[in-house]
């Protein structure tokens, strides 16, 4: 394998712009239902009553069809209508290289994200949040502190201010900006 370069934040934009046109419904109702079905027989995918598998040969057949929906489908950029999609070296350069740890938080709220094993015996970071949701700014803060209060929660995944000044936060419109440095401002408040 030649390929060194990983893929970036601009690459993923540049694709999006000029991936393949797809609807959401083409997308969810028959790209990927579709290519799962065949993949499911394809690699003799049965799980049983096992929600999580253990068998080595399973989990190996897992990995390849997850590889090759990955690397057949892509991924569907709901902004832009298109799809983004990855060369087989791109996915192993990111498989192969993953950054092996690095800082989330700072003082005393740091923690840091390793790079785990299956069979690990550490903890994992719990990511606690309502992650993505619309939340009012009336109950924004106090969201947050229950989630920073959760002695089990080492991490915070926002959620998304509905309105900011009375406002809604429209994409490409200054209250869009106010937003985020709002929910970012409120949300170390509440930590």
């Known amino acids: 394998m030649t390929f060194t370069k990983s893929v970036n934040c601009f690459d993923f934009y540049d694709r999006a712009q000029n991936g393949e046109k797809c609807t959401q419904d083409d997308w969810d109702l028959m790209t990927i239902p579709m290519k799962a079905m065949e993949l499911k027989q394809k690699y003799n995918l049965d799980f049983g009553t096992e929600f999580v598998p253990t068998d080595k040969d399973?989990?190996?057949?897992?990995?390849?069809?997850?590889?090759?929906?990955?690397?057949?489908c892509g991924i569907f950029c709901t902004d832009t209508k298109r799809i983004v999609k990855y060369t087989e070296d791109e996915l192993w350069d990111a498989i192969n290289n993953p950054m092996p740890a690095f800082q989330l938080g700072t003082g005393r709220d740091a923690v840091q994200m390793k790079k785990r094993e299956v069979g690990d015996k550490r903890k994992p970071i719990v990511q606690g949040g309502p992650t993505g949701?619309?939340?009012?700014?009336?109950?924004?803060?106090?969201?947050?502190?229950s989630y920073a209060l959760e002695k089990e929660v080492d991490t915070i995944v926002n959620g998304v201010m509905m309105t900011v000044r009375g406002k809604p936060p429209i994409p490409g419109s200054p209250y869009e900006v106010l937003a985020a440095k709002s929910e970012t401002r409120i949300i170390k408040n509440a930590a």
């Open 58 to 72: 399973q989990m190996e057949r897992l990995f390849k069809a997850g590889f090759d929906m990955l690397l057949e």
């Open 133 to 145: 949701s619309p939340i009012s700014e009336e109950v924004f803060s106090a969201v947050h502190m």
